[in-house]
């Protein structure tokens, strides 16, 4: 079993749709959680950062965390056809010799 | 200029050769990292340095190797290279805590 699982999609939305990402995870050491978005032929880039379980907004875009659950979502409100990219959720621990697990990516489309 | 600088954008090579992928970075961070990437299997860590001396082994070293030259650079080579090494190669630079990740654009390497 991978420490980080992702669905793969494509995932195909028209434009103003909500979208939902999701992944699951199996170390509940993990302490911090992230969503990397990534467009074609480029590098991933971070979109969102949070530590706690809840909810973290930031303009149309909601990172979740529940810890007890083991899962974490990001919520696109009112899509774009500029939020067509592949995400990548990222998690990891808090100082040390650490480094990030990465989720395999979803690959959204977002159709006008 | 981009904050993690990778080169060359595009490679395509023979089997056998050896080559040389090449990062740096003006981010002063201390941390950097090899990844690649394909289709479905997401980023996956081939060697990462925490300083100039100390280079560690990722998930998938065989086959590669690295060089820390100095802070800003960390370079990937592949000492014969091999058909299924083709890849998207990405070079990432992170903050002492190992957080956040900065991630060059990334280099296109076919392997024939």
């Known amino acids: 079993q991978k420490e980080v699982e992702q669905d793969p999609g494509p995932l195909s939305v028209p434009e103003g749709a909500i979208v939902s990402l999701n992944c699951t995870y199996s170390n509940s050491a993990f302490q911090y959680f992230m969503w990397y978005r990534q467009y074609s032929r480029k590098g991933p880039e971070l979109l969102m950062y949070t530590y706690s379980s809840g909810n973290k907004e930031d303009g149309r875009f909601t990172a979740q965390v529940d810890k007890s659950s083991k899962y974490i979502s990001l919520f696109i409100r009112d899509s774009q056809p500029s939020d067509s990219a592949t995400y990548l959720c990222a998690m990891g621990f808090s100082g040390g010799y650490n480094k990030l697990i990465f989720g395999a990516g979803t690959r959204l489309a977002v159709h006008p | 200029d981009a904050d993690v600088t990778q080169t060359p954008r595009n490679r395509i090579t023979k089997t056998g050769k050896r080559i040389m992928l090449e990062c740096s970075q003006t981010?002063?961070?201390?941390?950097m990292y090899w990844y690649r990437q394909d289709p479905g299997l997401g980023l996956r860590l081939i060697y990462y340095?925490?300083?100039?001396?100390?280079?560690n082994k990722g998930e998938i070293s065989d086959g590669y190797s690295v060089s820390r030259q100095a802070q800003a650079k960390f370079s990937l080579s592949l000492e014969s290279a091999i058909p299924n090494q083709t890849a998207l190669y990405f070079c990432?630079?992170?903050?002492?805590?190992?957080?956040?990740?900065?991630f060059g654009s990334g280099t296109r390497l076919t392997v024939v």
């Open positions: 990432a630079t992170s903050d002492l805590d190992g957080s956040y990740y900065t």
């Open positions: 981010k002063g961070h201390d941390r």
């Open positions: 340095s925490f300083d100039v001396k100390d280079i």
